[in-house]
């Protein structure tokens, strides 16, 4: 091979390194991201559901299920602010 067809061959590696970095990265970010996401809700979903069946009675007024939800939530290992939490459980609710 000449010097020539090394510089294109080089330069299409660069071309499909550079593609992969802009275009395929953020991708599979994006991806995980969204999948974490829906797995944080499942989890969520799962806890006010289970704190309702157990705690219905003797908890009208909702402190002992939110107090479930969240102890469940940190067991489990996710990091997520009390805000965002507090959010996705009072979705749950409402649904």
Do not use: C, H
Request: proline share 2%.
């Amino acid at each position: 091979m000449d010097n020539g067809m090394v510089q294109i061959i080089l330069a299409v590696i660069a071309l499909f390194g550079t593609i992969a970095t802009v275009i395929v990265a953020p991708w599979i970010r994006a991806k995980y991201s969204a999948e974490k996401s829906a797995e944080v809700l499942d989890y969520v979903n799962a806890g006010v559901l289970a704190a309702e069946q157990i705690f219905k009675v003797t908890d009208p007024t909702g402190k002992l299920r939110k107090e479930f939800v969240i102890n469940f939530m940190n067991e489990k290992g996710f990091k997520i602010t009390e805000d965002e939490l507090n959010i996705m459980i009072e979705a749950a609710v409402k649904e």
